[in-house]
């Protein structure tokens, strides 16, 4: 995706791949992580450990909260 997407125009700030990250692609990461779907959806390698402790308390993963669209106003 390499920070660019078609399909969505909500991007977060990643402190997992050092840059923004659209909503979809965030998305992935969790599913990735969380051994749903594999690895080849990502662009890059996922380090799940670095993914368990970022992605967990990061406040725009979508898994974290009911609506996350109110978030990308910040």
Do not use: H, W
Request: glycine fraction near 4%; proline fraction near 4%; include cysteine.
């Amino acid at each position: 995706m390499n920070g660019t997407s078609e399909f969505s125009d909500i991007y977060f700030p990643s402190r997992m791949v050092g840059r923004d990250m659209c909503e979809g692609e965030c998305y992935d990461v969790q599913m990735v992580r969380m051994r749903f779907i594999i690895e080849d959806v990502l662009d890059f390698p996922l380090d799940r450990a670095k993914a368990k402790e970022i992605c967990e308390s990061c406040e725009y993963n979508q898994l974290n909260s009911p609506d996350v669209s109110d978030r990308s106003k910040k």
